[in-house]
């Protein structure tokens, strides 16, 4: 009967593999190589964000990668500053509930392979950098806002 092997070549502390993997001795030590990883990372993201009631630091770090986007892009999508992010992946502080659930959708949404959520929030986090200002004019009777 094969080991229950513990792998922590995802970021995640919490994570063994019951099989899908083949241990082997490398020049630096033992090795792991991990049939399908591509696939092992799907699934560990959409455990998360189906599971997991509350993210902790490793949780949004992994989250973050599988996005592939900086702490800083991270930061832009969710409204916040990029130290937040950086405090959030290191558990100096919470992550707001709210904010957790965003970020189970902008995952969820990459692995169903569809924009709707990322190209909205990129569209929100544009809007911050508009004029503040709401100009409105009639014509024919009816307001609209002004081009």
């Not at 020049?27 to 049939?35: H, L, N, Q, R």
């Not at 973050?64 to 930061?75: F, N, P, T």
Request: with cysteine; hydrophobic share 40%.
């Amino acid at each position: 009967m094969k080991k229950i092997y513990h792998y922590t070549g995802c970021g995640l502390d919490y994570v063994y593999l019951k099989n899908g993997f083949k241990l082997h001795k490398t020049a630096y030590g033992d090795g792991v190589a991990v049939e399908n990883a591509l696939g092992l990372f799907a699934a560990i993201l959409k455990v998360i964000c189906e599971f997991k009631p509350y993210l902790h630091g490793q949780d949004v770090r992994f989250m973050r990668k599988e996005l592939d986007v900086s702490q800083a892009g991270l930061a832009q999508m969710l409204g916040v500053d990029s130290q937040t992010v950086a405090r959030w992946e290191k558990d100096q502080c919470g992550m707001p509930v709210p904010t957790q659930r965003l970020l189970k959708l902008l995952c969820m949404e990459k692995l169903d392979k569809s924009s709707a959520i990322h190209s909205f929030i990129n569209r929100l986090s544009a809007l911050e950098a508009m004029d503040s200002r709401l100009v409105f004019e009639e014509k024919n009777a009816q307001w609209k806002r002004a081009a």
